[in-house]
């Protein structure tokens, strides 16, 4: 990826932080990776369009997440250091991410078909959108003050809400929120092309250009929190109960602005990002409290070896199955089967449910991973991008 590095326990991490990241992703493994995508329980989609289920909330928090990190990792450097040098690190790594998404679209066609991979090369995704959110997110942090980044990320809000209820769509000529005829899947479609756009659908992508201006104000939530948090003139009871409140004020503020403009992730409308981002702040706050400042750390770790190598566990559980299912196993019947398939057909179809064998295999993948990672942890190895 792009470094290994040894764990450093320093005072200014925080915990809480490592086990909130680590629940995300653990989570983000468990509903990418299902046995069959036919059998999924309800709150393991996500929702068809408008609304939000508990699957929907992970992409925003691990973006909110990368905020809370920003301000983490930039507060005491951005005056010891040059911003340039510090943005250009950024810049660094915000390319390296967005690469690593590529190549995740590229592969494994890459190596069978390379003309075809990239002609048909999906160019948004999950690691490029939570690239663009880090480096943008970075310099405003970096060269603005909270007071001008909580401006920043209202006028994002605002913004996105009125150019996708304001501005006509070419070729529909009426403003929509739909998911073809959209402002947001038009432009995809013109600067993109339908060709690099998300494979499901082909005309519209849940990680496309314009939604991108909303995902950032998600990662400036966090970088807001992550300051507050922070924040040294302050007892830890005052702190927590202004996230408490903050977080139950942003729900509350997302579900009525979703009666005008419905909460949906796909088009991470406004309503989304204050609905999410106060989701979020509520449950870092909790995470806070309890093992910051209460003391209770047990059975964090199992999270926390997710936490702390988040990027590389996430990059590697897309990258296995799919060379897994490369390697093919010859049927009795003198058919083929990849082998990801194969262990799935053997070992969970036979003795569960289609729905609770689905379950079982994305159970599996997922504490397969833990003991790696906690391998990892032990040997006190963690991959940085």
Known sequence: MAESAIIQTSPARL????????????????????????????????????GC?????????????????????????KNQVKHSKLILTAFKRAVILFGLGLFLSLYPTVFTDPVEAFKTVRIPGVLQRIAIVFFISAIIFIKTTPKTQLRIMISLLIGYWLIMVSI??????????????????????????????????????????????????????????????????KPDAFKISWMFSIGMLAVILGLVWDLFFPINKALWTSS??????????????????????????????????????????????????RTLNMIKVEMPDGSTMGSKEWVYQTYFTPYLSPINASLASAVTFVLIWLVILWWMYRKKIIIKV
């Open 15 to 50: 915990l809480s932080l490592d086990v909130f990241r680590g629940l995300t992703v653990a989570a983000m493994i468990l509903v990418n990776n299902p046995g069959s995508w036919s059998h999924i329980y309800a709150p393991l989609r996500h929702a068809e369009w408008h």
């Open 53 to 77: 289920t508990p699957t929907d909330l992970i992409f925003p928090f691990f973006l909110f997440i990368v905020g809370v990190s920003i301000s983490f990792a930039l507060d005491s450097k």
């Open 168 to 233: 006509p769509v070419p070729g529909v000529g009426y403003a929509n929120l739909e998911k073809e005829t959209n402002l947001g899947a038009w432009l995809d479609r013109t600067l993109l092309t339908e060709a690099h756009l998300w494979r499901s659908a082909r005309t519209w992508d849940p990680e496309g250009l314009l939604s991108t201006l909303p995902a950032i104000a998600t990662g400036l939530f966090g970088v807001l929190v992550g300051s507050w948090l922070k924040r040294k003139d």
């Open 272 to 321: 989304f990002v204050l609905y999410t981002g106060g989701l979020a702040t509520l449950g870092l706050a909790l995470c806070y409290w309890l093992i910051d400042v209460q003391g209770y750390k047990k059975g964090t770790t199992p999270f926390v070896v997710y936490g702390v190598n988040a990027i590389t566990v996430f990059f590697l559980s897309g990258l296995i199955p």
